[in-house]
């Protein structure tokens, strides 16, 4: 019944809680520092390379199977999972990193530049919500797809993250976690002020080609953002801070994801689809407006450390 469903879907993203920032840790710490970005892309790699296979994946096996056997491939894709990790992983990997004690986890949660980046997250997972959430709303209305076809316009998302993915660990391992959060937040800005704009200014026949853009750039860019600000928080922490800050980012993005559903339920309701663009792009504005900031705020305490 819906109670039961509900409690497997708490489990569900519990043990996702649980399981991904690990992940995000033990890569991010057992490489050098010149390889993280590119450890912590392999790891999320797999996130977007799910989303771009998951969402048609787990609707035509509901269509042709029934949606039971959707959620029992689930279980054997987490079967595999576990296998993998128990055989494919050598038994002594991460046993001798750093392990920060109590007293580190709470000083590394208070830090202001690290809460703040925190909260940049928060931002970037809102604004992309904001629209993602009712992506199919808002392409039906804006373009002339209707139906199945609206899944394409999702696999191109996936597909355009897993390129981001790509793009954004090399680059921080060539130019720095900074060099990529900027440009990130920028073109995700862009992509989401020509969604709106393209729904808003073009007739539905004529703005498809637009949209796709805006959608594949703000794939590209909104995952390029993640392995970047991953390493950030642990340049930020240190190592052994690197799992505290790494689960406080998965909840701070988990947040924002509801926050994102919740301010675009908002929106549809006070001024419509179309706008959900401009409020995601708010968002985003803000999150790259606190990015500045605290490397102001960094830089300042790299010249005056008693500060």
């Not at 029934?66 to 959620?71: A, V």
């Not at 073109?187 to 020509?194: D, I, K, R, S």
């Not at 190592?239 to 929106?267: D, E, H, I, Q, R």
């Amino acid at each position: 019944d819906y109670w039961m469903l509900m409690a497997a879907r708490i489990l569900l993203a519990a043990s996702a809680g649980i399981f991904v920032p690990g992940a995000n840790a033990l890569a991010g710490a057992s490489v050098a520092p010149e390889r993280r970005g590119t450890a912590l892309a392999i790891v999320n790699g797999g996130i977007s390379i799910a989303v771009a296979f998951g969402v048609p994946l787990g609707a035509l096996i509901g269509d042709r199977l029934g949606w039971r056997m959707t959620f029992a491939g689930v279980a054997a894709l987490s079967v595999a999972a576990a296998i993998g990790v128990v055989f494919g992983l050598p038994r002594g990997i991460g046993a001798n990193l750093p392990v920060a004690s109590l007293r580190e986890r709470l000083a590394t949660a208070k830090d202001p530049v690290i809460l703040g980046t925190l909260l940049t997250t928060t931002l970037w997972a809102t604004g992309a919500y904001t629209i993602y959430t009712y992506l199919a709303i808002f392409v039906t209305q804006a373009t002339p797809l209707r139906g199945a076809e609206i899944g394409y316009v999702l696999f191109m998302w996936g597909a355009a993250a897993a390129l981001g993915v790509a793009i954004g660990g090399k680059s921080v391992d060539r130019y720095g976690a900074r060099r990529v959060i900027v440009p990130a937040l920028l073109v995700t800005v862009a992509a989401f002020m020509l969604l709106s704009g393209s729904a808003q200014w073009i007739a539905p026949s004529h703005a498809l080609i637009p949209v796709l853009i805006g959608v594949a750039a703000w794939g590209v860019a909104h995952w390029a953002f993640y392995p970047a600000q991953q390493a950030s928080l642990i340049e930020a922490a240190g190592l052994k801070g690197a799992s505290v800050v790494l689960s406080l980012n998965a909840s701070f993005m988990y947040l924002g994801f509801s926050l994102g559903a919740a301010l675009g339920a908002l929106t549809l309701n006070s001024v419509g689809v179309i706008d959900l663009g401009w409020v995601a792009a708010v968002c985003e504005l803000a999150a790259l407006g606190l990015t500045v900031a605290l490397g102001g705020w960094r830089l300042r305490r790299v010249i005056f450390p008693a500060i």
